[in-house]
């Protein structure tokens, strides 16, 4: 099992950026998938991104795809999502997800079996 501890959420303004970052502990991090997952009010879960341990390969969802970047720090167990260009639709819980690199997927959500606490995103003027 993975421990996951998200942080750096908060309040920005339409077209502000936002860092969060999410420590991961636990044995065997190099099978995991790690990546983010938002949950907006009144919404379903949506994947944002995920990359391999090592780093070489990352998944966005095209609807960030060019405003979010997924990075992973293997050394220090951590991953990192910045976002840039937010939007008031970015308001959301972020999780930090871990999952089977044989099955997680964006597509599902559900597939990540470890999950962080959540993170509030608030886009808002």
């Known amino acids: 099992q993975v421990q996951l501890v998200e942080s750096g959420g908060g309040l920005v303004q339409p077209g502000g950026s936002l860092r969060l970052s999410c420590a991961a502990s636990g044995d065997n991090l190099d099978r995991y998938v790690l990546g983010w997952v938002r949950q907006a009010p009144g919404k379903e879960r949506e994947g944002v991104a995920c990359?391999?341990?090592?780093?070489?390969?990352?998944f966005v969802a095209p609807s960030v795809r060019d405003r979010f970047t997924i990075s992973r720090d293997s050394a220090k167990n951590t991953v990192t999502l910045q976002m840039d260009s937010l939007k008031a639709k970015g308001t959301a819980i972020y999780f930090c997800?871990?999952?089977?690199?044989?099955?997680?997927?964006?597509?599902?959500?559900?597939?990540?079996?470890?999950w962080g606490q959540g993170t509030r995103v608030t886009v808002s003027s």
């Open positions: 990359i391999l341990r090592s780093g070489l390969s990352t």
């Open positions: 997800v871990a999952g089977s690199v044989l099955t997680a997927t964006l597509a599902k959500p559900e597939l990540f079996n470890s």
